[in-house]
């Protein structure tokens, strides 16, 4: 008989005994590498060892070195923690250990993946019939966008770049606005169109791409793929997506929206109105990991144009049980293919929070990150950008070494962890508030926190 309650009966201890602890826990690691290494490294296992020591060893040597994300005071990048239900459900995907590339390899990962697909088009307004894929991330739903939109405009111009690659096609012009996020250009990289094929898009003081610097380059024609954003990493903001969609269609070119934070405004009766006209995009890229407070990693992408979406990912094998009977193979909307059956917790996340619940959480974060940014602006920080998301932008004294030394001292004093950026030349304190937890006393210990480094800092 196989133990399994030993491990499993020590990863449930530790677990639920690191998930009591988030609220009070230091937000930061303790640990430094030298130390880790110490308590993880050593020669290579000769033999065996008894599975629940293991997970005990492993727990305790990473236990200093965690960076906890989950905390209602974690406000680093843009990570999100993980709800309840989700976070069982992805103990299960582990448990059930399904490949999920086929339907014949997983029904019920595929009809999971379905039914959560339609609901996720719903939720989003987006149009009846979009196709979905289930991936890591945002990174590879910007690729499998971008791979629909490669495939669909050479097509129109006679090429097929499934068959016939890039080398000779026409060329494709790929107009992005100026703060786009990296992961556009990674995608253009793996896509073989490189960062050249880009045209870099004049954006205003928010980033928002500026639709009369558009208008102006469409005019050239030709195959164009035009990249809008909803939700700039940095502050919140939103392309002005409807007119974007408009100009761009005019001139046939595909648009793709990067919404890996930012399309979840949808969700929200409030604050909807910032993704006016986002149904009318080709496709869009986004995470589940972010803001629906999903485990890493789950990220989504969507096409309104399934011949494209499928054109560019699907795959054919003889080895290969292929459903005949129109049921999902997701290898066909994926780029990977043995894959991790995401969808089982992102029907999770959906089913315990349903449509109020995902806007509460996005309400929520709005809210307290306008709080966090109203009560350092009344201590006389100054606050960059409009906060109309979840993103705020801080800067202090308006100086930039000074800036970056109260992130420092933030992030080593503990109550609370967030990074520093550079927004349009200036040093400047990111806050992103996308935890589902996160409530008032978070803030305002939070805020009470940065004040505090900041006199600190001040006076030395
Ligand atoms: C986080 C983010 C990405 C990348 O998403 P991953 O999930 O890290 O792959 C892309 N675009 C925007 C706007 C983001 O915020």
Known sequence: MVDWDGPLGEAYERATTYLAGLPERRVGPRATAAELRQALGGELPTGPSEPRDVIAHLAKGVEDGLLPSGSGRFFGFVFGGATPASLAADWL????????????????????????????????????????????????????????????????????????????????????????????????????????????????????????????????????????????????????????????????????????????????????????????????????????????????????????????????????????????????YNPEFSRRARGFAVYAAIRALGRSGIAEIVDRCHAMARRFADTLAANGVAVLNDVVLNQVLVRFDDDDELTRRVVRAVQDEGTCWMSGTTWQGKAAMRISVSNWTTDESDIDRSAAAVLQCRDQVQRA
């Not at 019920?108 to 196709?131: H, I, M, Q, Y």
């Not at 990249?227 to 903001?237: D, E, I, R």
């Not at 999903?294 to 499928?310: I, M």
């Open 93 to 332: 995907t582990t448990t059930w250990d399904q490949n999920a590339g086929l339907y014949a390899a997983s029904p019920a990962a595929a009809v999971v993946e379905e039914v959560t697909a339609d609901w996720l088009v719903e939720l989003f307004g987006l149009p009846r019939g979009t196709s979905v894929g289930f991936v890591t991330g945002a990174q590879m739903a910007n690729f499998t966008g971008l791979a629909a939109a490669r495939h669909e405009v050479l097509r129109r111009v006679g090429w097929d770049v499934e068959r016939d690659g890039l080398i000779g096609a026409p060329p494709i012009r790929v107009l992005a606005g100026a703060e786009r996020h990296d992961t556009i250009d990674r995608a253009l990289r793996f896509l073989g169109l490189g960062t050249s094929s880009i045209v870099p898009i004049a954006v205003d003081d928010q980033g928002r791409m500026r639709a009369d610097a558009l208008h102006q380059a469409l005019q050239e024609g030709g195959p164009q793929i035009v990249c809008a954003q909803a939700g700039n990493v940095n502050t919140g903001a939103f392309d002005p997506v409807k007119t974007i969609c408009d100009l761009a269609h005019d001139k046939g070119a595909w648009v793709h929206v990067d919404g890996a934070f930012g399309i979840w405004a949808t969700v929200s009766p409030t604050l909807r109105s910032l993704v006016d006209g986002i149904d009318r995009a080709d496709s869009w890229a986004t995470d589940a990991h972010k803001w629906l407070n999903v485990p890493y990693d789950s990220g989504l992408v969507f096409c309104a144009h399934p011949e494209p979406h499928r054109a560019a990912m699907s795959i054919r094998a003889a080895y290969l049980i292929q459903d005949e009977n129109g049921e999902r193979d997701s290898l066909d």
